[in-house]
């Protein structure tokens, strides 16, 4: 034979991985807690899907973006404390802007805008207290086409309704207060356009109003907990309780202790990172099956075995596969880590800890937790003296 396959672990190991497990357990309670205490106290570093807010990606037309220059020309337009990054290369950057409340200062600002873009001699001001109404007054008359071009150069898209009958230059364009605030993200981003357009490219630019940024969070919430019901009924099902109450319970070690790395390093916490968590839920779901199965299997074929023996040997038959399949998952999400960007990264990021964390608490979580739910209380007799689980 001219090529022999080789194995990476050899066949019939016979690691003691439940000896082990009652520091593990306590390692993980350890890492939940202070995960929990991360989440509680410092918080997760919420994108502009949840939290809503504005993200422009600009690029220098000439040599690196300087970052100190753009946080003070953009600080200074009056839309909130703005964060800046290097975004992939030194000539890229990435602006992000807090969710506009809809003030008077966004008013103030459309009126710089209309000024620069539509001609000296308009103002806008806020309308009725209490309402999201706003006032424009143009330097000459407008016919409902002109008015409706005007206000557009501002973001602001209006309905017929909404616009003076006839020749006028004066129109007052009704809005709800939340509203005013969608609108005040379109302000926001023409500002910053016209403030620093003529030393950079606009990429891209995103914007998430409060409105749909509370409906993104909820949408999310509600998809991510209807994924890990899903999860459990299917577990529940299959198996007996203890293998699906393991599973769980090892399922959501790994899901809180990845909020905590999301927290450690105030990685971006967006639509994206919902899929990363819940990616890591299936593949840490799909790791614990497979083991399950074999321990199933060997408790049909060594009826007399102690449990923490055959919690052992099944691990151990199932140990070439899952270091196979985890290092695989591992070095195609390291190269998303190196290679993919700033887009990417904070969902990389997440996934390289979760196969980590997915494959440790397949053995010393969940299969732990039979030891502890008594699978087979019959066999617990048969454990040697001074073994106790």
């Known amino acids: 034979m001219l090529w022999r396959p080789r194995r990476i672990v050899p066949a019939h190991t016979t690691f003691d991985f439940l000896g082990k497990r009652r520091l593990a357990l306590v390692l993980s309670t350890a890492i939940n807690v202070a995960a929990l205490l991360a989440v509680a106290f410092v918080g997760l570093n919420f994108g502009i899907d949840f939290e809503g807010g504005i993200a422009m990606q600009v690029r220098a037309r000439q040599g690196a973006a300087q970052l100190d220059e753009l946080r003070s020309t953009v600080g200074g337009l009056g839309v909130g404390e703005v964060s800046l990054q290097e975004f992939g290369d030194p000539n890229t950057a990435l602006i992000r802007i807090p969710r506009q409340d809809g003030g008077a200062h966004c008013v103030g600002g459309a009126e710089k805008v209309m000024q620069r873009r539509a001609g000296a001699g308009w103002q806008v001001k806020p309308g009725r207290s209490g309402t999201g109404d706003v006032g424009f007054s143009s330097p000459s008359t407008l016919d409902t086409a002109g008015w409706r071009d005007a ?8 309905q017929e309704r909404q616009l003076p009958r006839g020749a006028s230059n004066a ?21 910053v356009e016209d403030a620093i357009g003529g030393r950079y490219d606009i990429r891209s630019t995103e914007s998430v109003g409060p409105k749909v940024g509370e409906e993104l969070m909820h949408d999310g919430v509600l998809a991510a907990l209807a994924t890990l019901a899903a999860i459990g009924a299917y577990v529940w099902l299959r198996y007996e309780w203890q293998f699906a109450a393991g599973a769980l319970i090892a399922m959501l070690h790994d899901l809180i202790s990845t909020l905590g790395i999301f927290v450690i390093f105030q990685l971006d916490f967006s639509l994206t990172a919902l899929a990363a968590i819940l990616t890591i839920a299936g593949y840490s779901i799909n790791d614990k099956v497979v083991i399950f199965d074999r321990v199933r299997e060997n408790m049909r ?19 070439a596969r899952t270091l196979m399949t985890s290092s695989t998952v591992f070095v195609a999400v390291a190269a998303l880590v ?13 996934m390289l800890w979760g196969v980590f964390v997915g494959t440790y608490s397949s053995i010393w979580i969940a299969c732990a937790g039979l030891v502890y739910m008594k699978l087979r209380p019959e066999q617990m007799s048969l454990a040697p003296v001074g073994e106790t689980p």
Request: net charge neutral; proline share 3%; charged share 20%.
């Open 338 to 350: 190196l290679f993919a960007g700033p887009a990417l990264y904070s969902f990389s990021v997440a």
């Open 301 to 319: 074929r060594y009826k007399k075995m102690e449990l923490i023996e055959l919690l052992n040997l099944s691990i151990n038959e199932a140990l």
């Open 151 to 158: 206000v557009s150069r501002v973001g602001l898209t209006v």
């Open 171 to 191: 129109a007052n364009i009704d809005m709800s207060p939340e509203q005013r605030a969608e609108w005040c993200q379109q302000v926001a981003i023409k500002l």
